[in-house]
């Protein structure tokens, strides 16, 4: 997050940014197609408190395991099949994505560790090995990888909610809608970031990046929300996930469907699989 400027006229300027933003993208939401739904702006102590709430629920899960059957499809995509595969997670920024044939043969296995990925695919003997700001390297398998990233990371509660700016309202269908605008201090990006939440359990129901002129490029939506018990917990504490995550680039063409089997939060993880070196 960028640091606060500290001057005399920064809280003004940046309500008058807040609002301004706000002004904007709901005339964009009035403007749509499909049946009428107003909005109102959410007062700023309850916007917060439901940040807080959803970072607190994300620190929680420290490690998660599941097994998935995923769907691949789209003109954009390298291939198009069913796949079954496998998740491994270590908070806060380790994962191992691995997908096999119906017959048991490895397609793909992707490990991103902090600052490092690598992948490697079928028929390829050698890993394809890069840093995080270098994703091209990837070639046509770069779409499937980051669609996978983003359902992983909307499943985990992985969003960009501590962004200054941000603009809360609440629609008339029992939804919270949370517009985060591009931060130009820590991304190139120019896409504004569209979560909905639903209202009474604060499940993430959607999150959508829009070009400035509200046009959705890629979507990614979560459903079929049930309890994983935790692990190593003296309570019993459960936590809430989506057993379904839909991920679609509407500009490339892309599409991954992930329908979870099983999972299990906060199990032991042998950091050894997330090891660049041994990949």
């Not at 390298?78 to 491994?88: D, E």
């Amino acid at each position: 997050m960028a640091a606060s400027q500290m001057t005399l006229f920064a809280p003004f300027q940046l309500w008058v940014r807040v609002l301004a933003v706000w002004i904007f993208l709901a005339l964009l939401s009035s403007c749509a197609a499909g049946p009428e739904r107003t909005l109102s702006p959410v007062p700023e102590q309850t916007s917060f408190k439901i940040v807080q709430t959803l970072q607190e629920r994300e620190a929680k899960v420290v490690s998660l395991k599941g097994l998935f059957q995923a769907e691949i499809d789209g003109k954009g995509m390298p291939f198009a099949q069913s796949l079954q595969g496998s998740i491994f997670y270590q908070r806060p920024d380790h994962y191992r994505i691995k997908g096999f044939s119906r017959f048991g043969g490895l397609v793909f296995d992707f490990l991103l560790a902090g600052e490092w990925y690598a992948l490697r695919v079928q028929d390829h003997p050698k890993p394809i090995v890069g840093g995080m700001d270098n994703f091209q390297r990837l070639g046509e398998l770069r779409l499937p990888v980051l669609l996978s990233l983003r359902a992983i990371e909307v499943l985990l509660g992985k969003l960009p909610l501590g962004s200054e700016g941000f603009v809360a309202v609440q629609a008339n269908d029992g939804v919270y809608q949370f517009d985060i605008p591009p931060n130009p201090s820590t991304s190139a990006s120019t896409f504004i970031q569209r979560l909905l939440i639903e209202e009474g359990s604060l499940q993430i129901r959607q999150l959508e990046f829009l070009h400035p002129d509200g046009e959705s490029v890629v979507s990614i939506q979560a459903s079929d929300f049930r309890p994983v018990r935790a692990s190593g917990t003296g309570d019993v504490d459960f936590h809430i996930f989506p057993f379904t995550v839909v991920a679609e680039d509407r500009i490339q063409a892309g599409k991954i469907s992930l329908e979870f089997q099983e999972m299990k939060a906060n199990v032991a993880i042998d950091e050894r699989l997330f090891a660049v070196p041994s990949f």
